[in-house]
């Protein structure tokens, strides 16, 4: 482990066994899951999971709160309330929610285009005669033929978005020594000439990564939102499963940050986004074991 190669790689059954009942799974097969990919856990054999189907950049609802939704003068996403206008923290906290859950029907309906288009268009036999209960459906894993179906979008830009989440927090409605109008100004021109605000959003205000209640609540609501909008209400996918939440970058952090502007928690823009569920990098200062309990 401390030859930071990756292997081994640490899975908890008693998270996930759990996890993978509260989904459809047997406890049996539960019991006998393998993992695929990089992370994702399943049952061998009888799962059709479209891991990896989306990258779903939570940094950029955060962007469209301060444009209204509209990105180059163009309506993409939600219309909420001017920036400039909100009186509570409270208030610029719901416009981001309502920004995300646009996003998230965004991204359901591109990915059950695809998954429709699959099926019609490039069914796979070979692999479904493989596959239970394919043969007795008489359905390929494209046409729902398996015992589980799944598809997996992920998430990332928790730890962007929980510091900016705080940093606003503090600064504007709480110590009120930056108003809304002056961020909104910093963003906009990526703090040129304004560095003095930025050092105040990376230095006044706790970032994720440091066993902080704050921000690490701002990181697990993010999260929270992700996953039950995608699992607990009646969105079903493609090929009749249920979409379940993934939190996974492997490289995207970088080339999708080169879509973002620069943030409120002080990071530059078109820079790479934090990794993973990890804090952003140079940010968890008091320790590792502060930062796998914020990750926790």
């Not at 640490?10 to 998270?15: I, L």
């Not at 992700?226 to 952090?253: C, I, M, P």
Request: glycine share 10%; charged share 20%.
């Amino acid at each position: 482990t401390r030859t930071g190669i990756g292997l081994p790689a640490y899975y908890n059954d008693e998270v996930i066994i759990p996890s993978l009942m509260n989904r459809g799974l047997t406890l049996e097969d539960a019991r006998t899951y393998n993992i695929i990919g990089c992370v994702e856990p399943q049952k061998a054999g009888k799962t059709d999971g479209w891991h990896d189907a989306a990258f779903f950049n939570m940094c950029r609802p955060l962007e469209f709160v301060f444009s209204q939704g509209k990105d180059r003068g163009e309506q993409v996403g939600a219309l909420t309330m001017r920036v400039e206008d909100m009186t509570t923290f409270e208030e610029f906290y719901d416009a981001y929610k309502q920004q995300m859950e646009y996003c998230i029907s965004l991204l359901v309906n591109a990915d059950n285009s695809i998954d429709t288009a699959h099926a019609i268009r490039c069914p796979l036999p070979f692999l479904s005669g493989l596959v239970d209960d394919c043969m007795k459906r008489g359905k390929s894993v494209q046409e729902g033929g398996a015992v589980y179906n799944f598809t997996g979008p992920q998430g990332f830009g928790i730890a962007n978005v929980a510091d900016s989440l705080a940093a606003i927090d503090v600064s504007v409605f709480k110590e009120k020594y930056l108003t809304m109008a002056e961020l909104m100004d910093a963003l906009a021109t990526d703090f040129a000439g304004r560095e003095n605000i930025r050092q105040l959003l990376l230095n006044r205000a706790p970032k994720f990564g440091n066993n902080d209640e704050l921000v690490d609540d701002y990181a697990r609501a993010l999260t929270g939102w992700l996953s039950d909008e995608l699992q607990f209400t009646d969105l079903k996918d493609g090929h009749g499963g249920r979409y379940t939440a993934l939190v996974s970058t492997q490289s995207y952090n970088v080339t999708l940050g080169e879509q973002v502007g620069a943030m409120p928690d002080g990071r530059h823009a078109f820079t790479p986004q934090a990794d993973n569920a990890s804090p952003m990098s140079g940010r968890d200062t008091n320790g590792p074991t502060a930062a796998l309990s914020s990750v926790a």
